[in-house]
């Protein structure tokens, strides 16, 4: 299995609109791409200060599905749609599990 993690920080600017926004998109995105086996994300609980603001995880079968889903339409506009609201981003992809 391959899993994609993805940690987001918004603009100071983003409202809660825009966020809001980004969630259902990406939960929007979701059942439209057959190879995610399985999708989480959701905003930092605030617990420690200098967090990253949002976090979205996705599991694989193996990297193949993982590149399609990094180019499928759906993702891709989800991506420009939401674009103008992320002030940072960083992510990892790991082989996990058996």
Do not use: C
Request: hydrophobic share 40%; glycine share 6%; aromatic share 12%.
């Amino acid at each position: 299995m391959i899993r994609h993690t993805v940690m987001f920080r918004f603009k100071e600017s983003a409202s809660s609109e825009d966020i809001s926004a980004f969630s259902n998109g990406l939960s929007e995105m979701v059942p439209k791409i057959d190879v995610i086996a399985d999708y989480e994300h959701g905003s930092d609980l605030g617990v420690n200060e200098g967090n990253f603001d949002y976090v979205v995880t996705a599991d694989f079968a193996d990297a193949e599905a993982y590149l399609a889903y990094r180019d499928h339409p759906e993702h891709k506009d989800v991506i420009s749609r939401t674009s103008h609201v992320i002030a940072d981003r960083a992510a990892v992809q790991f082989e996990w599990g058996a």
